[in-house]
């Protein structure tokens, strides 16, 4: 979504502090948070932080025009990290639009604990595969500490009431209670320094139908009381960690199903690794964006001149999903054409980007249709080139057109009608030899196709 139908630099904000900051978060957030949202947003995060006063929850107004200038950044790098800080679950955002102004409330969230993250599920392993196994240790041993056995000692604490005693003043007790609650009802606007200690990362996953989870299995193979909220949980962020779909996420749930009809949340992650490290060949996911990172557009800040410069940025400031849904004329994609695009992007290790022109490329050279293994080949191909940006991929695009080999019977490069190419994908004047006169047959009806296609993507601009 472009960014400046969201914020524009005189657009209002004010900070606030949902819990109240130590200065033991700043290590959490930079050696913690940092390595998975990277440095700009951990810089956003600190700016907005040091706006607000010590040990204060709210800061003054301030326009984007100072965050820019603080930053020494532009508006889109800003709003794109921010997306981050939200998504990793350290920031909140609320708007007030009026007839002639918008302001924002930007309510900075305390990170989990040490215990909450690397227990988590989801972020340690994600941090476990950024920082490899020996930092990752390290960083787990600096944030606890050697646990003293405590039974072998004898509890001597006193109670309140051993060490207090309620002594009646006055029959002005009762008048001081009344004036006290009193207090507190005007009170109303005022909210206590404080902090939650009970956070947790949300993760949703709309790809995970419960209703089918539930459809294909019966009361005795898993007990409905047995899915408790925790366990619905934890299998919402092991489905979204390793991409288990419902029907294969049924067995790895009763595997993890002990005699007592309960389900133990730690063996149903490792069932859930285990799965994966066994589709994958021994690998642990990565924590991708969902859109072409800032650092790999070639469009940012720039206005298109031409048709496939228009084509670029469109295909910079869209995810894959959203690639397949304005091709699609709205209609949702199918749960193995998702998992086509997270292999590629996860084994294969391609940017969102990226993926989108190979979409655009496949789908137009297979008559709108995805053929994993087609994708699977030249997804191979671009990530040993170590294509990395939506231009480059259009440009090898243009040099290779993959269709059948005559060595192995798979993929060899022969003339095909120019009309199947959008024109980003046609060769430069001269550099291919002239088709034969039949290949250039007009086809009305991939003509219309093509034209239908190249139209849904510019709706949403």
């Known amino acids: 979504m472009e960014h400046w139908k969201e914020i524009v630099p005189v657009d209002r904000y004010i900070v606030h502090a949902a819990d109240l900051l130590h200065d033991y978060d700043r290590k959490i957030v930079s050696l913690l948070y940092q390595p998975l949202i990277g440095m700009k947003a951990f810089s956003l995060y600190m700016t907005l932080w040091s706006e607000l006063e010590q040990n204060r929850l709210w800061s003054d107004e301030s326009t984007h025009y100072t965050l820019m200038a603080l930053l020494q950044t532009n508006l889109e790098e800003i709003y794109q990290e921010r997306l981050k800080l939200e998504g990793i679950g350290l920031l909140k955002t609320f708007v007030k639009t009026d007839e002639d102004s918008r302001s924002f409330i930007y309510e900075l969230q305390a990170p989990l604990s040490p215990r909450a993250f690397f227990t988590d599920g989801v972020l340690n392993v994600y941090l476990y595969n950024r920082l490899g196994k020996s930092k990752f240790f390290k960083l787990k041993q600096f944030f606890s500490d050697n646990e003293i056995d405590l039974d072998s000692y004898k509890p001597i604490t006193k109670a309140f009431s051993e060490v207090f005693e309620s002594v009646k003043v006055s029959k002005m007790i009762s008048t001081i209670s009344d004036e006290m609650n009193h207090n507190l009802e005007q009170d109303e606007n005022t909210e ?66 002990d005699p007592n009809e309960k389900i133990d949340i730690e063996k149903l992650r490792k069932a859930s690794r285990d799965w994966y490290q066994f589709e994958t060949g021994n690998e642990l996911p990565t924590l991708t964006e969902k ?23 469109k295909l910079e400031r869209i995810s894959p999903k959203e690639f397949l849904i304005d091709v699609s004329g709205g209609a949702q994609p199918s749960v193995s054409e998702l998992k086509i695009i997270e292999e590629v992007m996860f084994r294969q290790n391609l940017l969102p980007g990226v993926v989108n022109v190979l979409l655009y490329y496949v789908m137009l050279k297979s008559d709108m249709r995805l053929t994993k293994s087609y994708i699977e080949t030249i997804a191979s191909n671009w990530a040993r080139l170590n294509i990395k940006t939506v231009k480059e991929a259009m440009e090898t ?36 030899a002239e088709a034969p006169k039949q290949e250039e047959t007009h086809d009305p009806s991939f003509e219309d196709k093509k034209r239908l296609f190249e139209e849904r993507l510019k709706k949403n601009k």
Do not use: C
């Open 192 to 257: 206590f320094m404080d902090r939650n200690e009970d956070k947790k990362l949300l993760i949703e996953n709309d790809n995970f139908n419960f209703d089918l989870f539930f459809a294909g299995i019966s009361e005795v193979m898993i007990p409905k009381k047995s899915i408790t909220p925790r366990v619905k949980e934890a299998i919402t962020k092991l489905s979204f960690l390793y991409g288990i779909d419902p029907i294969e996420m049924q067995g790895i749930v009763m595997s993890a199903l």
């Open 291 to 313: 859109i072409q990172p800032l650092t790999n557009q070639t469009m940012i800040n720039k206005v298109p001149q031409t048709k496939e410069e228009e084509l670029i940025q």
């Open 397 to 432: 695009a243009k040099k290779h057109n993959w269709t059948a080999d005559k060595k192995t019977n798979k993929y060899k490069r022969q003339p095909i009608r120019k009309e199947l190419l959008p024109d980003w994908l046609k060769q430069e004047e001269g550099t291919q």
